[in-house]
Structures are given as C-alpha cells and as structure tokens.
C-alpha cells in the first residue's frame, strides 16, 4: 500500500485518454530510461506490422492458471486421451466465435473457425510487431496459443488489428527490443481478407500506394509523413499566435478572382442533386480515373519498366512493374471502350446559364488565394493570418501542384516588403527547427529509410541567413549561366521557370534565396507599383530541390494606382469594390504572404512528390475516395 | 547610459515583430501597471474610432522647436505680420501635399489642401481615439496642429488611419485613461471618403454590417468576435495535440456522400471559364443578391419598423430603418426588371451531362462532412482531428446554419461511444475555461454592451457536470410536457425539432444536456448499430440558448451490419467500397464527435446569428466579396 512504500515512483504508464489502451510510444520510450516498467499489466492497441509463428511442443499444463481463458483447457495434457483433450477444446473454440466471430469481417475466418473445432491446431508461439501510430518503432506482442485462444490465419497477417491485455517483461538477451508484452487476453481482432489487402505485398513504392490513400497511413512512411504534417500544423498556429497575429478563416468560396490568371473550380447547384444510385456512375467507371490520366500512368510506368530492365536491379521489383503495366493497359481498354459508347453531351457555354437561379446568384468559385480577404481584417486588426484549403484546376500532372492544397497565409497592416520577407523567413526557420526538435524519432527513420540528407538540410536551413537577390541581379546571374542551357532563354520581364530556380539555388548558391522587385506583368494586380514604375514589390522564397515555397509581397495601398492596375489587367471593377474600399477609407501599407503548406511537409520529409505528403489527393481525374 | 544606471528596468515596450510600432495593448496594459512608460518615444497605427477637435487661440512660438515640422513655421507669433504668417506657411502646407497626398485617396482632400494654402486653418488641438485591434480600449492621441501638420477632415473622420510617433505622457488628472500620446510626427495618414464609409453612421446595427464583411471588422463588436474566434481555434489545437490526437487535412473536393441525405454543392469546370468581364455580370447584378433574398430581406425590415414605431423608440433608428427598407424595395424593382430582360436558360438534367469530360472525370462535391476520410487515418494512426470547412447547400434562411461553415472533428480508434462523449465533453469545456482565461477583455466588453450573462454561462459550463439521456428518456420528458404545446408531435422514433431540444435544455433541465442511442432511421448509415436493433450510438450535445453543438457517434466496426446499413439507405455501395476496406481489413471499434465552431464562436460571444461571427458569411444569394 502506498502509505507503507511513501518512495516508490508512481507509475508513469498512463493510458491514451478516451480509450484504456496505452500507446507504444509511452512503453517504448519509457522502456529506454528503464523506469521499471517490467512487470505491469496494460492494454494495448494497434495493427500488425509484420509476425512470425514458433511451433512448441506440448508442456505440462499448470495446475490452475490463471491466465487460462474461460472453458479452454490447456494443451498438452499428457495424461487425457487424444479425444479428451478435442473435446475438452470445444468450448475453447466456442469461445472464439463468440468473442471474435462477431468482429470477424471475412466467412472464410468463420468457416476456419469452426473448421478448428473438429481439428485443432497445435500449439504455437505468436510474435507480432504491433504499430498503433504513436510512433515509428513498434512493440513485440507474444501469444502463447496454448494459453490464448487464437489461431495463426487470425492473428499474424499484416494489418491485422488486434486489441490484447497483457504483462510487460524482458525479453531474452538476444533481442534489439528492451521491453515486449506477454499477453494475457485478446480484447478484440480485426481480421484482414489477405488476398484483397493492398499491404500484404511487402514495401508497395509510394505511387502504387496512392492508389489507397484509405490505408496507406498503416504504413511506417505515411504514418511519419502525417505525425510530421500534424506537427507542422500545431508550428504554424504557434508561431503566428506568439508575435500577436489572429486567425482568421477566410472564405473558400468566392466570387472575387484574387488572380486574374488562374483557372478555377466553380461551386454550382445547377448541375442538380444526382439520385443516389446515379451519383455512383462517375465512381465505378474504373475508379473515377480519365481515359487522359490512365494514358499518363502507362507512360509513367512504362518508363520505369524501361529503367528497372536498364538497371539489371531487383526482379521481383521488375515483375511487378510488368504486371502493374499489364493492368493498367487493361483498364485503359476498358474506359475507352465505355467512353465511345456513351453519348457525348457538353454542357451549355456559360453566357447562356442563367447563374441568378444559381445558389448564390452568380457565378461563385473555389478560392485560389485567400490573401485578399485576409488584407480586409490586416486593415483593421494589425496582424492577421489564415489557414486553409486553396484551389486550382490545373490540368498538369506535377509533383509540386495538385488541385486542392493547404496553404498559410499571412498580412499585415503597417508593413512593408522587408517585412514580410523578414516574416516568411522566420516563420520558415521556426518550422525547420520545430521539426527537428519535436519530430526526432521520425526524422531518423526519413533519415534512414528515405533520404539521408533531409536533417543536415533542416539544420542547414533552420540556421544560415538566406541571400536576397533582386530580379534583375537573379536575371544577371542567369545570363553568365553560360554552362546551363536553358529551355527558356531568359531576358529581363520574363517568368523564372523551374529550371532558372533550381540553377539559383540548387548549383550557384546552394542554399535557399529570396527573390524581390518582379518586372509587374509576372505578378498579380493587386502588388505595390515601385517607383520605377516597372517593377513590384514581391518576393519570391526558393529551396533547393523544392523550388518557390513561399510567394509574398507588400500590396497597393494606393488607391488611384490601384485603380489604373485593374484596368491594366483588363479586370472586372465591380468584382473589386470591395477591395478598394480599403484603400478609399483609412488606407495602410501592408505587406504579407502565402507558404505553400504541403511543399514544407514535402521538404520536411526528403519526399518529392506531393501526392505522397496530402492525405487525399485531388487532382486531373482523381477525387475518388 | 545604461552602464552607469545597472538597476534601470529595462523597458518592456516592445514594438511588434514586423512593424515598427507598439500596439496599443502593450501601452494601455503598461500603463495600468504603472511601469514607467511616460516619457517613451513610440511609434502607433491604428484606426479612428472617435475625435474631437479643440480650436486653440494663438500661443507664443517655442524659440527653437525640436518637435517642428521641416519648413513649417510656427502659428501664433504676434510680431510677424499676416501676410508673413501665410507665406511662412506655404512650404508647410507644400510638406502636407508631399507627405500625405500621394496616400489620400479622394480628390477631394488633395482639393482641400490646395485650398488650405490661401487660408490656413486656425490652429486646434485633436484629440482621436485610435484602435489597432490588438484591444478593445483605444488610445487617446493628441495631436497639435500647430505643431503637426494636419487639419481636421483629414485627420478626425471614423475610419481614418494613422500611424504617428509621439511621447506617452500622464494626462489631465480628470480623464479616466492613464496615458495618451502627445503627437511628435505624422508618418501616415490614411483618408476616409466620408460620404461613402459605412461606418460613418454611428452604431450600425449588426444586421445592416453584414452589408459591408471588409469593412465590419473595424467594429469593436466584430474585433471582439475575430479575437475570440482565433483563441478559441488556438485552444483546440493545443486540447488535441495535448491529448496525444494528430491533425489531418481531410479533402474538401469528394466523390463520397458522407450523409446521404444532405443536399450538396457541386464542383465542376464544365461551366466554363468566363472570360474576365463577363465573371462579373452577376456581381454587378444588385450585389449579386437573388430576388428571393431581397423579399425576404424586405419582410425582415418591414417588421423592424414596425417593432421600431410600436415601441415608440429612438427616432433616429426609426428614420434609418424607414431609408433602408425603402432602398431594398427599390433594389428589389431593379432586380425584377432585370431578371425578366433575361433569356430563362437552364442546365441539362445531369444524366445528359458527361461527368467523364468533368475535371475528376466524374460527380465531385465540396465535403458536408469529413468524418468517414477521418476514420481511415484513425484506423491507423489511433487519435486524430480534423478543423476546415464543411458544406451544406441549404436554402432555408437560419441564424444557425449557413452554406460554408467551419467544423472540428475528431475520431478515436480502440474508443466507444461513452469516450466520444467524454472527450466532446471535456473540449467543450477546456474551449469555455480558455475563452474566459484568455479573452478577460474581450468577455467584459461583450457583458457590458452585447450579453450579461454569457460570462455566467461559460463559468457554468466550464465547471458543471453535463446529464447525459437516452432518446427515449428526452421523448418521455417531452412527453410529459403538458405545459407545451409543440408544433411536431413528438412520438418514438421522430427527429427532436428545435422546440424539442429548446425545452429540454432551456426549460426543463437548463444546462447542457447529451442525448444518446437514437433511433437509427434519424441517423447516418455509419452509426454503430445497438444490440436491440433499434438505436444507434449516436449522441448530440445540446446548449441553451444555441441547441445543438456536438453530434457524434461511435461508428459501426462490423463489415456485415454496415454493409446491410448501406443497402438500407439505398446508397450505391460503389461509393463507400473503400470506407468497406476500414472494416475488411484490421477492423477496430472507433467513435467520434464534430462540433460546430462557429456555434461555438456564437455561444461565446452572446450574439445570436452565425452570419454575425463568421468572416465572409455565404448562404443562399450570398458569397459577394
């Protein structure tokens, strides 16, 4: 009793609140410092990530255990007959069912199940690494069978769920792990149909994985990728709460093009509520994918074909790339051959939609940029930031844009481009320090398993002042390039590319840069004219290997100058009243940015496909799921 | 210098990152403390809340004023003759046209000066309340214009920004604030057009500054509301991450209906890109306000001013109320006229429609709910949360309920119905502990002027214990509920109706109640299915005074019932296959809540209609600016 031992330590094994298990993580790390775990009864939760099964020989039963599960009598009895100890197993099954048939998804766990009353298995040894998410490593879980009542096709395939009570010991010294569990009860097992289980094929690369954005966080990658983005996200509220911004949610829907230049998604009613069964059509015509996006996979994956049988690598690997070809060609036949036989029907141009009987009465948009809306609150409440969804249907395949991607957005009153590039560029550093600081045990996974230069960069990153270059001086560099061809030859007043950013900051200076002053036909209306009338005040943030993470700039305050831009760029006055009211009453320099939020999980993380980094990705034929 | 004076405290008047001034909050919560401010020189922003102007007769001039404006020469010095007073005064109104008339947006004030140059202005004192956001209170600034040069309709209108460096000083003992700024140098001034500023007319009611989404959070009220949405969106961050859940972004473009029964917006570029003049035609259309919405806005007003006559209240009110509605039914007589000059197109009925040639190359949808993707992650990773934008297209009129609204969601695996509970329970409360921590200002503010007894109410919720009634037992007490005569007839098995929920918890019990196990027909498909085959595990939290906060549920783990669920529902089974692959592979008993933010944002706020707490409020007719 506490009163008679007032020393000892009080337990630090506390469960998960809102559940009674206790997470792998807590056990594990409190296992390093070795705080006397061993010993104690938990309950824990979570997914086989990979088991393995050691037949045993029969024992002498122990006189009365208590870990026996209620009916079941225990196995290797010496002294009963073969058929008494059958028939002394029969409730043992029974039990089975009872507790797990009901859970059990898949007949054919069932029918096992009631296979094994007749013939029961002997008895086993079960060793499963279970993951419940908290953190990469997972922990060893022992089932004796003969003293739990499960069975190997139950329990050990990978993705099985499985919910157990058990003692904390040591294991033998031979193994890596410092702590396992010895279980004493199932609670629950979540049974997996092996054959249609996209993770019983071991290591699926990552594009094979987007194919189940449902299940592809069961793998170790995309469980760090989301702890990473969660923990980025907690960053950015932190950051922007303690230098004194509000946060503010900006409309997603919109009838205002914060652009000119952006091709956007329209929100409509008009089309009408499909009935339930029609709604599906889209949905069964081969998984909701173009004709246009299958032919884009073939390519894809014929090269890699190509690349693997170049390579002379793995064959396995080869297989099923060849095999994940023939499918695809396959699926490519059959949607064309549904595409030709369906009536070919458009919808009516737009000016002959009458959008008043629309939901909003008027053509209405998915927000491409919230930075406009944010400037209102910037305008009469200092420092303000948003975070959220932003759109863009840009039919291109790529790995740094998809359709639907979160983006932070920040403004503030008072402020100028230095500024806001002061801003971005301490808001980008907090992120990098945070990520080493807080996601430590993820970062040495990615470090070994997927990239190995990510932490140095992080650290590299987090500390190094970054070089500000203007346009004009970034133009120069460019043009002395003369080791680089270009695809687009560059002169002053033309868009940077990709392939102008990456020699910037990938091969000359080989760290992140900020570029400022843009001739004003590359950027937006709304940006601050300069006084040489040519170029504007924005910036742009570029990273090596990533390209522009963060775009920002000190907006137009001035009215009539505000004015004169709009006509320039041809816009609609109207759809802008609003926004020039801020300059028409109690305007005020203001300066701000957008971080493309799911490019810093993609830099965070070594990954280069953003598709790997978004839970579900929406892009060019894919919102199925 | 500070060696010679080590026991100086140092000065805590930090301007804030980004800009170069103090906010207003750093100064007024100084001062109360009395740490010495006076004295400082500061630089401040802000906009005008209120001004009044004290001429001031003609004062001997200091010999040699620091505080000078370059060129300006004093104003009052008797022995120089007016004719010398006026040339002398010529580059000084020369400094204000360069200084400030390249911000001054109207004609009209660069007009006025002009003219000020033939007549200066006799010299006065302004004294301007000046807001920032950072608090409710507003700083006094005094400002000389004989020794700073401005004049009064530039610098006195509601809505004017400036930014201005001066000294903090004590001042007159009978004002009731501690400390003022005594103007040293105007560095900005932002005009306002006043004709035009909706906030010229003094306390516009909430209603009518719906009108204006830009401009309305210069209000205290909507300030109030803005700082208290961001804390209480910091708060559930931090009461998740805290208890161990990991962020995740689910998509708002979807393909899965997860209701089944709501009605939905539909995301499409098949309308076609307008070209940019066009875009606007519906917004030049009356504000893109749909006839619907004007006549009901009508009704609406009609009944104000009759309330208003009846009461025989303020006069003013009743003038103002009187031009209002006479301005809609103008508008309304626009609109009509117009919309019958409209040829009356439609869309095609969208089984003509070919969803294959759409951007997903199927039916996409904004997202009513993102608790089915959640499930997955929770599947995998054990606690996770969701916070982004949710879609009804609802047209009723509601104070509740609008089209885009945001929602926190939350889902626990290894987690049953009674955990849900709790943990909704427990965020409620941490959201009202914080609100009333953080926000102390702000909760005085809204009980002096909005509701007295919202701050009661938080203190109640925060610490009282929630009862907790199945479905049949809320039916029994309405039942019972001779005293009321209910416009639905309540027998087992009908939804509970606002009037319902209002008895329940305004009436009978007066404190939030959680209703649980409804009957499964007035719930989603999902919901777990209890062991009398009747209810379900759902449960909602209902407020006083605000209804329904919380809906959650533990969801349904076992593939055979949910598979039967999806054919009851007559839902296309295609559509949820991979929400089938949750329960087919590694199944696990989870459960989960959403709670309606801006509800919450409402019932800590007092104020009674989400259209007031929400930034760019969309509903039915409404998404301009």
Redesign the interface.
């Known amino acids: 009793m506490e009163s008679q031992e007032p020393n000892v330590t009080k337990s630090p094994l506390m469960p998960?609140?809102?559940?009674?298990?206790v997470?792998v993580k807590t056990i594990l790390e409190g296992s390093d410092a070795d705080t006397g775990f061993i010993g104690m009864t938990v309950v824990v939760?979570g997914?086989?990530r990979s088991s393995k099964e050691v037949r045993k020989e029969p024992v002498p039963p122990p006189s009365s255990s208590p870990q026996m599960a209620a009916g079941a009598a225990p196995l290797g009895t010496k002294d009963v007959s073969c058929v008494e100890i059958l028939q002394s197993r029969i409730p043992f099954f029974r039990t089975i069912i009872r507790v797990l048939g009901?859970?059990a998804?898949?007949p054919a766990v069932r029918q096992k199940l009631e296979s094994l009353i007749a013939k029961p298995p002997p008895p086993s040894t079960f060793f499963l690494q279970i993951n419940?998410?908290?953190s990469v490593s997972s922990l060893k879980v022992v089932i004796d069978s003969a003293i739990v009542p499960v069975f190997a096709g139950q329990i050990l395939p990978t993705?099985?769920?499985v919910?157990a009570q058990g003692v904390l010991e040591k294991p033998s010294a031979d193994e890596k792990q410092t702590i396992e569990l010895k279980v004493e009860k199932i609670l629950?097992v979540?049974?997996?149909?092996q054959d249609?289980?996209p993770l019983s094929r071991k290591r699926l690369p990552l594009d094979s994985l987007r194919d189940y954005?449902?299940?592809r966080?069961?793998t170790t990658t995309v469980?760090s990728v989301?702890?990473i983005?969660?923990s980025l996200?907690?960053a950015t509220?932190t950051f922007f709460?303690n230098?004194?911004f509000?946060?503010?949610?900006?409309?997603?829907?919109?009838?205002?093009?914060p652009e000119?230049f952006s091709?956007?998604?329209?929100?409509?009613?008009?089309?009408?509520?499909?009935s339930?069964?029609?709604?599906?059509?889209?949905?069964?015509?081969a998984d909701?994918?173009?004709?246009e996006?299958i032919k884009a996979a073939i390519k894809e994956k014929s090269s890699l074909v190509e690349q693997l049988e170049r390579t002379d690598s793995n064959r396995e690997a080869l297989a099923a790339a060849l095999q994940d070809l023939r499918k695809t060609n396959e699926l490519a036949k059959q949607v064309e051959t549904r595409?030709k036989s369906?009536?070919?029907?458009?919808?009516?141009?737009?000016?002959?939609?009458?959008?008043?009987?629309d939901?909003?009465?008027?053509?209405?948009y998915?927000t491409v940029s919230g930075r406009l809306?944010l400037e209102?609150?910037a305008?009469?409440?200092?420092?303000v930031y948003s975070f959220?969804?932003r759109?863009q249907?840009k039919?291109t395949e790529s790995t740094k844009h998809v359709?639907?991607m979160?983006t932070v957005e920040a403004e503030?009153?008072?402020?100028q481009l230095e500024?806001?590039m002061?801003?971005a560029e301490?808001y980008f550093k907090f992120l990098c320090r945070w990520i080493l600081d807080k996601c430590s045990d993820d970062m040495e996974f990615i470090s070994k398993r997927i990239n190995k230069t990510v932490t140095h960069r992080l650290e590299y990153m987090a500390s190094s002042s970054y070089d500000k270059i203007s346009y004009r001086e970034s133009v120069e560099i460019l043009r002395k390039a003369t080791d680089k061809a270009f695809e687009t030859q560059l002169q002053w007043g033309v868009p940077l590319t990709d392939e102008h950013l990456s020699y910037l900051v990938d091969d000359h200076y080989k760290r992140p840069v900020i570029i400022y002053d843009y001739p004003k036909a590359v950027k937006p209306f709304y940006v601050r004219l300069n006084d040489d009338g040519k170029t504007v005040a924005a910036f742009e943030m570029v990273i090596p290997q990533i390209g522009t993470v963060v775009t920002g700039s000190q907006n137009e305050?001035?009215?009539?100058i505000l004015n004169t831009r709009i006509k320039e760029f041809?816009?609609?006055k109207?759809?802008y009243e609003?926004?020039l009211?801020?300059?028409?009453?109690?305007?005020?320099?203001h300066s701000g940015f957008s971080l493309g939020f799911d490019l810093m999980v993609l830099l965070s993380t070594g990954l280069t496909d953003v598709r790997d980094v978004?839970?579900?990705t929406?892009s060019?034929?894919?919102?199925?799921?």
Chains 1, 2 share one sequence.
């Not at 509000?246 to 093009?257: G, K, N, R």
């Not at 009211?581 to 320099?589: A, F, I, K, N, Q």
């Not at 060019?620 to 799921?625: D, Y």
């Open positions: 998960l609140m809102y559940s009674n298990r997470p939760g997914w086989v009901g859970s998804s898949s419940d998410g908290s993705g099985t769920c919910l629950h979540g049974t997996v149909e249609k289980y954005p449902h299940i966080p069961r469980a989301t702890r983005r969660s996200d907690f509220h709460q230098h004194g509000l946060h503010v949610q900006v409309p997603i829907i919109t009838a205002t093009d000119g091709e956007k998604f329209q929100v409509t009613t008009l089309l009408g509520e499909p339930k069964k029609e709604s599906s059509i889209g949905v069964s015509d909701g994918v173009s004709l996006t595409e369906k009536p070919v029907t458009a919808v009516k141009p737009d000016h002959l939609v009458n959008f008043n009987a939901f909003f009465g008027q053509q209405s998915l809306h209102s609150y305008c009469a409440l200092g420092h959220g969804p759109f249907a039919k359709a639907e979160w503030m009153a008072f402020s500024d806001a002061k801003c301490d305050e001035r009215f009539d041809d816009l609609s109207d759809q609003w926004y009211d801020l300059r028409r009453h109690g305007t005020v320099e978004i839970p579900f929406r060019h034929g894919k919102a199925n799921s």
